[in-house]
């Protein structure tokens, strides 16, 4: 398995602004998955990109991956004060072995 | 449907001591993974069950943790005489079978050790 790294560690932002988060890794992957987790609870998984993919959508949610670069970003369209959480990103290479970075914690301010 | 439950929600215990943390998995799904995730990192994986048996439980930290699902369905991780550096939130997850990139989390165990 390997690790995600999120970036930036935080993010604040204004109630319906954008907010875009990134992730790197290191390895060939064959999917990656956004989870948000509220207050230190459990992790809800948002979506899953496969390595064959470049852009996801899910309601408010976009989500690209740029496989030559190692990356991927997430994007929160219209922010708001329930999005307040920390993201992580999961890069699979078909283990079950989800591994996850320390999160990018954001705060969207009402 | 039911999600994963976990119990308790938290638990505070003194050094020394024997904790018990139950997962219920979502009905059908036949894989549960434990994680642990210690405050301001991301979760990191202990062990994972596919029915019954521990499939891998290379993330364990150390034999005073131990985990078992003898019917396939609920799971209990069992840490024995507990440490302060145990505290953490206990997170667990389950997944259909085949499908293990697309795993459901609990809401977790906060615990404490004093």
């Known amino acids: 398995s390997q690790q995600g790294e999120e970036d930036p560690q935080a993010l604040s932002i204004q109630e319906g602004e954008n907010a875009t988060m990134n992730c790197s890794y290191k390895?060939?992957?064959?999917?990656l998955q956004w989870y948000r987790q509220n207050s230190g609870r459990g992790l809800v998984h948002l979506i899953l990109?496969?390595?064959?993919?470049r852009e996801k959508h899910s309601g408010r949610l976009r989500v690209t991956l740029d496989t030559s670069k190692k990356s991927s970003s997430l994007l929160i369209t219209a922010s708001r004060a329930a999005d307040t959480a920390s993201y992580f990103c999961?890069?699979?290479?078909?283990?079950?072995?989800?591994?996850f970075g320390k999160g990018t914690k954001l705060s969207v301010i009402p | 449907g039911a999600g994963v439950s976990q119990t308790p929600s938290n638990k505070v215990t003194e050094k020394g001591k024997y904790v018990e943390l139950r997962c219920d998995p979502i009905s059908g799904h036949t894989a549960l993974y434990w994680y642990r995730q210690s405050l301001g990192q991301g979760p990191e994986f202990l062990i994972y069950f596919q029915g019954t048996g521990a499939a891998d439980d290379s993330g364990l930290p150390n034999d005073r943790f131990f985990a078992v699902r003898p019917e396939g369905s609920v799971s209990t991780l069992k840490i024995q005489r507990t440490e302060r550096g145990d505290s953490a939130m206990y997170l667990c997850a389950s997944s259909k079978t085949g499908e293990a990139e697309t795993q459901y989390f609990g809401p977790g165990t906060r615990l404490l050790v004093l």
């Open positions: 990109i496969r390595s064959n993919e």
């Open positions: 999961a890069p699979g290479a078909g283990s079950y072995q989800l591994t």
């Open positions: 390895t060939s992957i064959n999917n």
